[in-house]
Structures are given as structure tokens and as C-alpha cells.
């Protein structure tokens, strides 16, 4: 199992619609999340941080984690064309003791 | 506010060559980070350090060098350019330990031919 796993994608949606996009991790003393935009060819961009359970919302986004699931997630709400980029997931590994990323899942909004 | 700064952007090395990619950044972090990315993969952590003076392998060490004189500089040394090594190199940086937010530079894109 990969430490910390996305879909890949691409996940497609309509301009307007609610985007959701999915992180799992294999480790159970993780401490810190993060999820960043990378559009193409440019440097990955932190967008939220989470840290403790439940949800935390910044604007059209919404960061949801449930450390017993070992699961973090993150809702685009009204999705636009400019949301269009790679999503990385990022996992603060207490047993590795470093941030370690998922692959990415690209996120195609279509107008 | 610069942040991470990278150099150069581009580079096209010649097989045996040597270089080095610049890093620098101006937030006073203690920890300095190098990964490098491959088409359509994730990131990979070359090299990391957690203050100056302090560095240490990250998962794909192998052929590179890196050395921390500065709490602002870090750079990353290819000593001998091989065609696998061709990728976008990325500098981040993060405040008082690893379970902050690092902060990415522009990345540096090398080619190896």
C-alpha cells in the first residue's frame, strides 16, 4: 500500500458543480494535511492545512479528515475553469517523519 | 515578497557535466527541502535539511550533493549529469519544523542530453 494514495484522474466536472477529491494514508500517527493546486508547469501551491478532525472551509474550499478512516478530503464548491489543475495531497508522516505527497489527481472543469 | 527563489529556471546539461541549482529564501525557515518531479508523478524528496550546518538523504539521494552554509541558502550539486536525471527540480522551505506548510519556489527545469 502506497503511503499516501489519490486517484489520479482525470476527474471532469461541469462548470458550477462541487468537485471531490479523495487522499488516503497508511499512516496511523499522522499529524498534519495539506492539500495543493500545481497547475501545469508551475511550482505546487498550498491552498489548505488541516489538523484535526471534521472540516474546515476557506472560501469555495472545504478540507474534511477522519483520522480514523485515515482519510482527507477536499470539496471545491462552484467549481470554475481555472480550478483546472493537479490537486496534491500531502501527509505529515509521524513514523517517516517527513511530509510525504500523493501522485495527484487532476481535476478537468468544463465549461 | 520574494519567498523561495530558484536558479536558473532552464538548463540543458550535457551527459558528465556538473551543476548546481540555486536556492534561497528570505521567511528565516530552519528547514530547506529538495525534491524533484517527473512528468506526471508526485514528488520526490532528494535531500532535506533542518537548519544550517545539518543535512540529511531524503529517498532518492543518489547523485547529488547538497550543503547548508546559511539558514537562507541551500543549493543542490549534480557532480556527474546522468540522462536520468532529467526533471523539474523543486526548492520548498518551512517554518520551525516538518508538521508546517512548505513553501515552494519556482522550480528549475533540467535536461539531460
Known amino acids: 500500500q502506497k503511503e499516501v494514495e489519490q486517484n489520479s484522474g482525470p476527474l471532469s466536472v461541469p462548470e458550477g458543480a462541487i468537485a471531490s477529491l479523495n487522499c488516503t494514508y497508511s499512516?496511523?500517527?499522522?499529524?498534519?494535511f495539506f492539500w495543493y493546486r500545481q497547475y501545469s508547469g508551475k511550482s505546487p501551491e498550498l491552498i489548505m492545512s488541516?489538523?484535526?478532525?471534521g472540516d474546515k472551509e476557506d472560501g469555495r474550499f472545504t478540507a474534511q479528515l477522519n483520522k480514523a478512516s485515515q482519510y482527507v478530503s477536499l470539496l471545491i464548491r462552484d467549481s470554475q475553469p481555472s480550478d483546472s489543475a493537479t490537486y496534491l495531497c500531502a501527509v505529515f508522516s509521524g513514523g517517516y517523519n517527513k511530509l510525504i505527497f500523493g501522485a495527484g489527481t487532476r481535476l478537468a472543469v468544463h465549461p | 515578497n520574494a519567498g523561495v527563489t530558484q536558479t536558473p529556471k532552464f538548463r540543458i546539461l550535457k551527459i558528465g557535466q556538473s551543476m548546481t541549482l540555486q536556492c534561497t529564501q528570505d521567511?528565516?525557515?530552519?528547514?530547506m527541502y529538495w525534491y524533484r518531479q517527473d512528468p506526471g508523478m508526485g514528488l520526490k524528496l532528494i535531500y532535506y535539511s533542518v537548519g544550517a550546518g545539518i543535512t540529511d538523504k531524503g529517498e532518492v539521494p543518489n547523485g547529488y550533493n547538497v550543503s547548508r552554509s546559511t539558514t537562507e541558502d541551500f543549493p543542490l550539486r549534480l557532480e556527474l549529469a546522468a540522462p536520468s536525471q532529467t526533471s523539474v527540480y523543486f526548492c520548498?522551505?518551512?517554518?520551525?519544523?516538518?508538521?508546517?506548510?512548505?513553501?515552494f519556489g519556482d522550480g528549475t527545469r533540467l535536461s539531460i542530453l
Open positions: 499512516d496511523r500517527v499522522s499529524q498534519s
Open positions: 521567511m528565516n525557515h530552519n528547514y
Open positions: 520548498a522551505s518551512s517554518d520551525a519544523d516538518n508538521n508546517q506548510p512548505q513553501h
Open positions: 488541516i489538523y484535526s478532525n
